[in-house]
């Protein structure tokens, strides 16, 4: 068990709701991964649609934590109107922060997440910031009342993995205290797993379960690769070396010292 | 007057509340969730904002999200 907010989770896997082939094979491939948190979104809707009715439904079948975002936000003023806005409609104060600076990379704007995190928080929000690997904006954000973060790993949907492992490994060491969740660019379950052995408490993952040819099945392995990455962490992995080291025992090995040795 | 919905110049009735626009518009409050000119509406005041000429809605709904 592990806390996020002020909740208690077995899994440390958190997926998205989009992208997927369909409806079922998105709810199957959420259960198959075991998540209990799942990110959902805001759009605008025509009086006659009625498709924000039915997938809130679905998404309250599953019975999950529901962690909704202000993707495509690109000033203070949108992130946080939209960030009041899914508290009223999902009925919940977490919000995955988004505040966009760049259009090609998706880059968090780091001045506008930190001032629309300050906002948010003293508004009773539980932010979840989604931001670079930068340090000193972590700090700032954790100053403005943030206790989550998710560094990216890699730039929204490239599913490039890890781009600098030792940022993120000094995020750890830095920030004991803050829950870092990568959020964004993991492709591969092993990309998932580096980032449980370096010390993460969580990832989301949407486009590597939802684009895989079978996202139920990549689903289960996100799952596995979480538990298996973390256990690793907590076990306390081997000091690398420079050198070979025999791991079989060198005494009594046959032959030893014959012609030709 | 004319407002403007999701980016949609739409003609209703003059000085209506939010809550007689949303019926007029044919929207289910339960739903969906409002925006007036970039400021958060929550529903327990939409009986008391007036809609006003050229103001910009936003309406929007649960979708699918990363």
């Known amino acids: ?261 | 007057m004319r407002i403007t919905v999701n980016g949609e110049s739409v003609e209703v009735t003059d000085s209506a509340t939010l809550d007689q626009l949303m019926q007029q518009l044919g929207y289910e409050t339960a739903h969906v969730v409002v925006a007036v000119n970039l400021e958060f509406v929550p529903r327990s005041a939409y009986g008391e904002t007036v809609v006003k000429e050229s103001d910009q809605l936003e309406i929007v709904a649960a979708v699918a999200g990363g």
């Open chain 1, 1 to 261: 068990m592990w806390t996020l907010g002020d909740v208690e989770l077995e899994s440390r896997l958190l997926v998205g709701s989009a992208l997927y082939p369909s409806p079922e094979i998105m709810t199957s491939a959420v259960r198959a991964s075991g998540a209990q948190v799942v990110t959902v979104a805001l759009r605008r809707q025509m009086p006659a649609q009625k498709s924000g009715e039915g997938f809130w439904d679905l998404i309250r079948r599953l019975d999950v934590h529901v962690l909704p975002n202000t993707a495509g936000c690109r000033t203070v003023k949108e992130a946080v109107a939209t960030a009041q806005m899914a508290r009223e409609l999902f009925e919940t104060s977490w919000i995955k922060l988004e505040v966009i600076g760049d259009d090609y990379t998706l880059q968090p704007d780091p001045l506008g997440l930190v001032e629309a995190a300050a906002i948010l928080t003293k508004e009773g929000f539980e932010v979840f910031p989604y931001t670079t690997e930068d340090l000193v904006v972590a700090n700032r954000l954790l100053e403005a009342g943030c206790r989550i973060l998710m560094p990216w790993g890699s730039p929204i949907g490239s599913g490039r993995g890890l781009m600098n492992p030792y940022l993120l490994e000094t995020m750890r060491a830095r920030l004991p205290d803050a829950t870092l969740i990568v959020d964004a660019g993991i492709g591969k379950p092993s990309d998932a797993a580096r980032a449980m052995e370096l010390g993460c408490d969580a990832v989301l993952i949407n486009s590597a379960i939802a684009l895989a040819d079978e996202p139920v099945r990549m689903g289960e392995a996100f799952g596995k690769a979480v538990a298996a990455g973390r256990m690793g962490y907590e076990a306390g992995m081997m000091q690398e070396r420079e050198t070979a080291s025999p791991s079989t025992p060198v005494v009594g090995t046959p032959f030893w010292h014959m012609d030709g040795h």
